[in-house]
């Protein structure tokens, strides 16, 4: 009988500390701030870099390096935010020949799962662009930083994949079709 009974304590025991032990592997969820916060992209338009920031744009993201598996990250970007300091470019890019901001006002990120890579780690997931959904590839560093943690990273798209581009920029001539999306944004514990 005290076996039985030292049996079944030491089964909850095991049982609690399962509990415990899945709790530390999942992923803490953050918001962005977005004062200090940059999301870029940059491509090549008549031979020459272009570069341009979304001002507006969020994220919801569990993430923990050690806890992968819980780890998710949704992004939605207002695509008429998009500031590259040139007023003509910017309605050029708003327009319905590239972004049509009217008709497809926001780009849409979201992860189905996480790795490491050389550079750190990868997200896995899926961007909807201009009514167009593709597999995309994002890789990135988190770091700990004096004001919070720090995700900063990298991808890369072709455009015309997403059907933006129509009349001259329907080609290479103007605008290259591979596009850079550069990010470093700091995260702020969700409440």
Known sequence: MRRCAFALVLLF???????????????????IDPAHSQLEIIGIESGGEVR???K??????????????TSKAD????????????????AALRGPDLFDAAQFPTAHF????FGLSERGFSAFGTLTMHGVTKNLVVFFN?????????????????????????????GFQELADSVRIKFK??????K
């Open 142 to 170: 988190f770091a700990q930083s004096d004001d919070g943690p720090i995700m900063e990273g990298a991808a890369r798209i072709k455009r015309l994949d997403f059907g933006v581009g129509k009349g001259k920029w329907e």
């Open 185 to 190: 944004i700091l995260l702020m514990p969700k």
């Open 52 to 54: 341009a920031v979304f």
């Open 110 to 113: 979201v992860t189905r799962s």
């Open 75 to 90: 992004v939605v970007i207002d695509m008429s935010s998009i500031d590259s300091q040139d007023k003509d470019r910017d």
């Open 13 to 31: 025991s095991c049982a609690g500390f399962g509990r415990i032990a899945v709790a530390a592997d999942t992923a803490r969820s953050y918001t």
């Open 56 to 69: 507006k744009y969020s994220a919801a993201v569990a993430f923990a390096p050690d806890a992968l598996a």
